[in-house]
C-alpha cells in the first residue's frame, strides 16, 4: 500500500481527507505513482502534470524520504520505505507564492 | 417574487450573493473554491439553476466547475470515475488542447512564440442549450463544449484570423468577452487583448477581425492596421445586435453595422481609459463605463469612484456618484466585473479590486456596497431569477 498526502487544494478538489492509500504493483515508479492516483481521482487529471505532455506543472514538486524527487525521470522507482508505505509520497504546491 | 443572484469570482474563491426585487437586502454564500483564482462564473439563460465556474490556480492549473442547483452544490463534469474505451477515467473537464498544430503568436521581443494554455478568463452559456457552453481562454482563443463541459474542443477558426500577429497586453493575451447574438445564432463576437474584435458568422467555424475605426497612433500607426488593437471590452443589447459598444485601452466607441465600422464616442468623459462597458437593460442607447485614470495608474481620477452613464449611446456622459467613495479611492473596476439585472427599475453591479460589490436598484441612479471586504474581484455577473 502506498502512502501518498497530497496538498490542501488537492485534497478538497479529489474530495479526500488525510493521506492517499493506493494500491498498486511493485515496485512504484513516479509514473505509476501518479497514473494511479489520477485513475482513482480523474478530477486531479491535469492538475499535476500536464494532460497531454504529461509533464509536472511548474509549481508542482515531488519528495519522497526526505529527498526531492521532482527532477528525476518518470520511471525513477520511488525508496523502498515508500513502497512498502512506511514512509508517504508527498506532492506538494512549492512555495512560490510570493 | 423575482429575485436576483450575483455570482462574482474573486482572487480568492467565488461568492454568490441573492436578494429579492428590492435589492437592498443581500446575503452572501462563500468563499467557495476557497484560495483558488475565479476567473468567471456564469449560469445559463435557459437553465438558471445551471451555473458554470473557471477556477484556477498558478500551481494547480485550470478546473471547470458545474452546479445543477443553482450554486448549493458543485461537481468536476467529466470528473468522476467514467472509464474510457481504452479503460482510463476520462476526467477530461480541465482538458483545453488547442487543435492541430499549435501555432505560434507574436512575442515581446517581436519573435514568434507558441501557444501555452494558461487559464478560462471567461465562460458563456449557450443561449438555448444549458449543456453548451464557450471558454475563452489564455492564451487566446475560443472552446466549446456541448456536453455540460466534460470535454472541449477548440474552435481553432479564430486563430487563423491573424493569430501569428497577436501580442499579449502586460494582462496577457485572452479571449475575456464572447458574445451571442439572439436573433443570428451563427454570430458570435469575441474580444481579445491585444488582438481586437473578431466575428463569426458561422458558430464559431471561421473569425474575420472587425476592428475598423479604431485608433491606437502610437502602438499602430497604420489606421488600417486589422489586428493588434487592445480591446478591453464589448457589449451588446440583445434587441439589437448590430450596435455594439466598446471600451479599448483607450477610447469608447461604438459600432452601428455589427463591427464593420467603429467610431469613437468618447465625448465629455473625464478620462476614456477603462475596463468594462454594459448596456442597460431595457434601454439599448443606455450604457455604462468606469474612467480609469491612465494605463499607468489604474484607479479613478482624482481617487473618485464614478460611474458614467450614457443615455445617447455615448459622447454625452453623466457620473454617478450617489452612494460611491468620492475620496480616497484607489481601486480598479476589471472588465468583467460590471453586470445589469433585467429587473425593472435595471439593476446595475461592479466588483472593485478592493473587494467591494456595488449595486444600483435604480440603473445608477444611486449606489449601495453589497459587500466591502471580499478579496480583489475579477468578476460579477447577475442572474434574474422569477
Same mark, same amino acid.
Given at each position: 500500500?502506498?502512502?501518498?498526502?497530497?496538498?490542501?487544494?488537492?485534497?478538497?478538489?479529489?474530495?479526500?481527507?488525510?493521506?492517499?492509500?493506493?494500491?498498486?504493483?511493485?515496485?512504484?515508479?513516479?509514473?505509476?505513482?501518479?497514473?494511479?492516483?489520477? %485513475?482513482?481521482?480523474?478530477?486531479?487529471?491535469?492538475?499535476?502534470?500536464?494532460?497531454?505532455?504529461?509533464?509536472?506543472?511548474?509549481?508542482?514538486?515531488?519528495?519522497?524520504?526526505?529527498?526531492?524527487?521532482?527532477?528525476?525521470?518518470?520511471?525513477?522507482?520511488?525508496?523502498?520505505?515508500?513502497?512498502?508505505? %512506511?514512509?508517504?509520497?508527498?506532492?506538494?504546491? %512549492?512555495? %512560490?507564492?510570493? | 417574487?423575482?429575485?436576483?443572484?450575483?455570482?462574482?469570482?474573486?482572487?480568492?474563491?467565488?461568492?454568490?450573493?441573492?436578494?429579492?426585487?428590492?435589492?437592498?437586502?443581500?446575503?452572501?454564500?462563500?468563499?467557495?473554491?476557497?484560495?483558488? /483564482?475565479?476567473?468567471?462564473?456564469?449560469?445559463?439563460?435557459?437553465?438558471?439553476?445551471?451555473? &458554470?465556474?473557471? +477556477?484556477?490556480?498558478?500551481?494547480?492549473? +485550470?478546473?471547470?466547475?458545474?452546479?445543477?442547483?443553482?450554486?448549493?452544490?458543485?461537481?468536476?463534469?467529466?470528473?468522476?470515475?467514467?472509464?474510457?474505451?481504452?479503460?482510463?477515467?476520462?476526467?477530461?473537464?480541465?482538458?483545453?488542447?488547442?487543435?492541430?498544430?499549435?501555432?505560434?503568436?507574436?512575442?515581446?521581443?517581436?519573435? +514568434?512564440?507558441?501557444?501555452?494554455?494558461?487559464?478560462?478568463?471567461?465562460?458563456?452559456?449557450?443561449?438555448?442549450?444549458?449543456?453548451?457552453?464557450?471558454?475563452?481562454?489564455?492564451?487566446?482563443?475560443?472552446?466549446?463544449?456541448?456536453?455540460?463541459?466534460?470535454?472541449?474542443?477548440?474552435?481553432?477558426?479564430?486563430?487563423?484570423?491573424?493569430?501569428?500577429?497577436?501580442?499579449?497586453?502586460?494582462?496577457?493575451?485572452?479571449?475575456?468577452?464572447?458574445?451571442?447574438?439572439?436573433?443570428?445564432?451563427?454570430?458570435?463576437?469575441?474580444?481579445?487583448?491585444?488582438?481586437?474584435?473578431?466575428?463569426?458568422?458561422?458558430?464559431?467555424?471561421?473569425?474575420?477581425?472587425?476592428?475598423?475605426?479604431?485608433?491606437?497612433? &502610437? /502602438?499602430?500607426?497604420?489606421?488600417?492596421?486589422?489586428?493588434?488593437?487592445?480591446?478591453?471590452?464589448?457589449?451588446?443589447?440583445?434587441?439589437?445586435?448590430?450596435?455594439?459598444?466598446?471600451?479599448?485601452?483607450?477610447?469608447?466607441?461604438?459600432?452601428?453595422?455589427?463591427?464593420?465600422?467603429?467610431?469613437?464616442?468618447?465625448?465629455?468623459?473625464?478620462?476614456?481609459?477603462?475596463?468594462?462597458?454594459?448596456?442597460?437593460?431595457?434601454?439599448? /442607447?443606455?450604457?455604462?463605463?468606469?474612467?480609469?485614470?491612465?494605463?499607468?495608474?489604474?484607479?479613478?481620477?482624482?481617487?473618485?469612484?464614478?460611474? &458614467?452613464?450614457?443615455?445617447?449611446?455615448?459622447?454625452?456622459?453623466?457620473?454617478?456618484?450617489?452612494?460611491?467613495?468620492?475620496?480616497?479611492?484607489?481601486?480598479?473596476?476589471?472588465?468583467?466585473?460590471?453586470?445589469?439585472?433585467?429587473?425593472?427599475?435595471?439593476?446595475?453591479?461592479?466588483?472593485?479590486?478592493?473587494?467591494?460589490? &456595488?449595486?444600483?436598484?435604480?440603473?445608477?441612479?444611486?449606489?449601495?456596497?453589497?459587500?466591502?471586504?471580499?478579496?480583489?474581484?475579477?468578476?460579477?455577473?447577475? +442572474?434574474?431569477?422569477?
Amino acid at each position: 500500500m502506498i502512502r501518498v498526502v497530497l496538498p490542501y487544494h488537492l485534497r478538497n478538489l479529489a474530495r479526500v481527507d488525510g493521506e492517499v492509500l493506493l494500491e498498486m504493483e511493485s515496485p512504484p515508479t513516479l509514473r505509476s505513482v501518479l497514473d494511479t492516483i489520477e %485513475a482513482k481521482y480523474p478530477v486531479l487529471r491535469g492538475t499535476i502534470r500536464d494532460h497531454v505532455t504529461l509533464r509536472r506543472r511548474p509549481f508542482v514538486r515531488f519528495f519522497a524520504c526526505k529527498e526531492d524527487l521532482s527532477l528525476e525521470p518518470p520511471e525513477t522507482e520511488l525508496p523502498e520505505a515508500v513502497a512498502t508505505g %512506511a514512509e508517504p509520497f508527498l506532492i506538494v504546491g %512549492a512555495m %512560490a507564492g510570493g | 417574487m423575482s429575485k436576483v443572484r450575483l455570482l462574482v469570482g474573486t482572487k480568492k474563491g467565488a461568492f454568490i450573493i441573492t436578494s429579492d426585487g428590492k435589492r437592498k437586502e443581500w446575503k452572501v454564500n462563500g468563499p467557495l473554491f476557497a484560495g483558488w /483564482e475565479i476567473y468567471h462564473v456564469k449560469g445559463s439563460p435557459v437553465e438558471p439553476k445551471r451555473i &458554470y465556474a473557471s +477556477q484556477t490556480s498558478g500551481w494547480f492549473g +485550470q478546473i471547470i466547475q458545474r452546479s445543477d442547483d443553482g450554486g448549493k452544490t458543485w461537481n468536476t463534469p467529466g470528473g468522476g470515475p467514467t472509464a474510457s474505451p481504452d479503460g482510463m477515467p476520462k476526467g477530461e473537464s480541465n482538458k483545453f488542447v488547442y487543435e492541430g498544430e499549435i501555432g505560434k503568436h507574436l512575442w515581446y521581443d517581436g519573435t +514568434q512564440h507558441p501557444w501555452e494554455f494558461k487559464r478560462v478568463w471567461h465562460l458563456e452559456p449557450s443561449l438555448t442549450d444549458p449543456d453548451t457552453v464557450y471558454a475563452g481562454v489564455e492564451d487566446a482563443a475560443i472552446f466549446k463544449t456541448t456536453n455540460g463541459g466534460k470535454t472541449w474542443q477548440e474552435l481553432a477558426g479564430l486563430r487563423s484570423a491573424k493569430g501569428h500577429l497577436w501580442q499579449p497586453g502586460a494582462g496577457g493575451m485572452a479571449v475575456h468577452t464572447i458574445i451571442l447574438d439572439r436573433k443570428n445564432p451563427k454570430r458570435i463576437f469575441v474580444a481579445i487583448s491585444a488582438a481586437g474584435a473578431f466575428r463569426s458568422d458561422d458558430d464559431g467555424k471561421s473569425w474575420k477581425p472587425v476592428n475598423r475605426g479604431l485608433k491606437s497612433q &502610437y /502602438e499602430l500607426p497604420d489606421p488600417d492596421t486589422e489586428v493588434g488593437h487592445c480591446v478591453h471590452r464589448i457589449a451588446m443589447h440583445p434587441s439589437r445586435p448590430d450596435v455594439l459598444f466598446m471600451q479599448k485601452h483607450w477610447d469608447v466607441l461604438r459600432t452601428d453595422n455589427g463591427g464593420e465600422q467603429w467610431r469613437e464616442v468618447s465625448g465629455n468623459l473625464p478620462t476614456d481609459f477603462g475596463f468594462p462597458i454594459d448596456v442597460h437593460a431595457h434601454e439599448p /442607447e443606455t450604457i455604462y463605463v468606469v474612467p480609469i485614470k491612465s494605463d499607468s495608474e489604474h484607479f479613478p481620477p482624482e481617487g473618485k469612484l464614478r460611474v &458614467y452613464r450614457s443615455k445617447s449611446g455615448g459622447n454625452e456622459w453623466e457620473a454617478l456618484t450617489k452612494g460611491l467613495p468620492q475620496k480616497d479611492c484607489y481601486v480598479n473596476v476589471l472588465r468583467d466585473a460590471m453586470a445589469v439585472d433585467s429587473l425593472e427599475p435595471c439593476g446595475v453591479y461592479f466588483g472593485t479590486t478592493g473587494g467591494q460589490v &456595488y449595486a444600483s436598484a435604480n440603473s445608477g441612479n444611486s449606489w449601495n456596497p453589497v459587500v466591502r471586504d471580499l478579496p480583489s474581484v475579477l468578476s460579477v455577473e447577475v +442572474q434574474t431569477l422569477r
